[in-house]
């Protein structure tokens, strides 16, 4: 009898402090070379969001690290599986900065976050492997094909997949971009489950492409010169992100729901990474067009209004969530077919196609 790679419980954690946009509104922003943009910030703050769609963000809390948003989502997804901690193979916890302090210049990822997410749940079984990967924003999506792959080779019956970051901690005040980012973490326990009819991870595809793209985004120093030179902060080439997006996101796309016997027109849902609204809508547009469809309506489930891009945590959010009936106007009913799909750094691309 076939075994089924299905997500049996999932789980997030959104912060709960709050940036408005008007909480730049005091913010001198910058250009690269550090001279002054010209317009004011209510002006700059209007164009950012008419472009991103974001109005509001969540930071995390003084307190709490990425590995502790971390856990609070993973507790939730194994609560929801109904599953015992000590029977999972793998911890897998995708994030891109590991734990940064509040005001504190340094990334802390040892022990790894995965570990110490297990060590939180206080798992004791030792065959509980537990690691992180640094794959960008399409880190959870990788982490998923991942456990997808044990599964399917045998090595792993049950396994935790995590997504979790606090990108609040590396940003630079003077760069407007700054404003897209946000902190979040999403989880999803992800079984292996014989039986005769087909049903959770159909297909995935994935792309690296770093000729030209590796440092389309990366740690730079503040866009003030008066700031220390070796404080670093996520920086990001938009334009570039952009177009690289637009031509090779729906390819991706296409290249996996091509892997399935899925007509384009059965397909229920896309959750994409919530990176910018106008450029996924682009994206979802051209993938559509690629099949010669126009997009449907309510197709593409979206939270980046509310919560800004919390990179590796928008799409495990926003699934969560839905399926949990907290988002308006999106559900999800079993034998729907949906498509996760991510892009970020590396310049990394991946896209999995999923039935429920």
Avoid at 212 to 237: C, Q
Avoid at 310 to 320: G, M, R
Avoid at 322 to 336: A, F, G, R, S, T
Wanted: glycine residues 6%; hydrophobic residues 40%; proline residues 5%.
């Amino acid at each position: 009898m076939p075994i089924n790679t299905v997500i049996t419980g999932t789980g997030s954690y959104v912060p709960k402090i709050i940036k408005k946009n008007a909480d730049f509104l005091k913010n001198e922003f910058l250009n690269l070379d550090g001279t002054p943009i010209p317009q004011d910030a209510a002006t700059i703050i209007e164009k950012f969001k008419s472009i991103t769609g974001i109005e509001e963000r969540r930071y995390a809390d003084d307190t709490y690290n990425s590995s502790d948003l971390a856990y609070l989502a993973a507790k939730a997804a194994i609560e929801n599986s109904g599953i015992d901690p000590e029977t999972l193979d793998y911890i897998i916890l995708a994030h891109n900065f590991g734990d940064v302090k509040n005001a504190a210049i340094q990334s802390d990822i040892l022990p790894s976050l995965a570990s110490r997410v297990k060590h939180s749940l206080e798992i004791k079984n030792p065959h509980c492997v537990a690691y992180d990967i640094l794959f960008g924003c399409p880190g959870w999506i990788e982490g998923l094909k991942q456990a997808h792959v044990y599964i399917k080779a045998g090595m792993a019956k049950k396994v935790l997949v995590i997504g979790s970051e606090t990108l609040s901690r590396v940003l630079d005040p003077y760069d407007r971009d700054s404003m897209i980012y946000s902190d979040g973490a999403g989880a999803a326990v992800v079984e292996a489950v014989e039986e005769p009819k087909k049903r959770g991870i159909l297909s995935a595809a994935t792309r690296t492409d770093t000729k030209d793209e590796a440092y389309y985004l990366y740690f730079g120093k503040s866009y003030n010169s008066h700031e220390d030179p070796d404080v670093r902060y996520i920086k990001m080439l938009g334009r570039k992100i952009y177009e690289y997006a637009l031509t090779n996101v729906p390819t991706a796309m296409k290249e996996a729901l091509d892997m399935t016997a899925v007509d384009i027109k059965n397909l229920k849902k896309i959750f994409i990474h919530q990176a910018n609204e106008k450029m996924d809508e682009a994206i979802i547009k051209r993938f559509y067009r690629l099949y010669k469809e126009p997009m449907p309506d309510n197709i593409m489930p979206m939270s980046i209004h509310l919560f800004g891009n919390s990179s590796v945590a928008t799409v495990p959010t926003l699934f969560d969530r839905v399926l949990k009936n907290k988002v308006p106007d999106q559900k999800i009913q079993n034998d729907d077919v949906i498509l996760f799909a991510s892009v970020g750094a590396g310049m990394n691309i991946n896209a999995i196609v999923y039935k429920m």
